[in-house]
């Protein structure tokens, strides 16, 4: 069973930036494909960003060039660097894995707040 703890979340102005960090256990972290999602109250859930068990990454248009994610295999943790900050990326980010070849992100963290203020 894959467990996933999230960290990081705070609040920053507009413009700033912030580092979440999703430490993995229960699994071997180099067969996980690693993501970030969020999701507003009321809203469906967003798929942000993504970086494969090889090292791959992918990005929803809103967060390209803002957005960096990253992992670290020695640490089994998963970063998304976000920078320029804009108040519409407020919401809370959730980080999800699912073994390489799978299709669904089968295991789920509990989510880390994120608040940028105008």
């Known amino acids: 069973q894959v467990q996933l703890v999230e960290s990081g979340g705070g609040l920053v102005q507009t413009g700033g930036s912030l580092r979440l960090s999703c430490a993995a256990s229960g699994g071997t972290f180099t067969r996980l494909d690693m993501a970030w999602f969020r999701q507003a109250p009321g809203v469906e859930r967003e798929f942000v960003a993504a970086v494969n068990w090889s090292g791959d990454t992918s990005y929803t248009g809103s967060v390209k060039g803002r957005f960096t994610i990253s992992r670290d295999n020695a640490k089994n943790t998963v970063y998304l660097q976000m920078n320029s900050l804009k108040p519409e990326d407020t919401t809370v980010y959730y980080c999800?894995?699912?073994?390489?070849?799978?299709?669904?992100?089968?295991?789920w963290g509990q989510g880390t707040q994120v608040t940028v203020s105008s």
């Open positions: 999800a894995a699912r073994f390489r070849f799978t299709s669904q992100y089968a295991y």
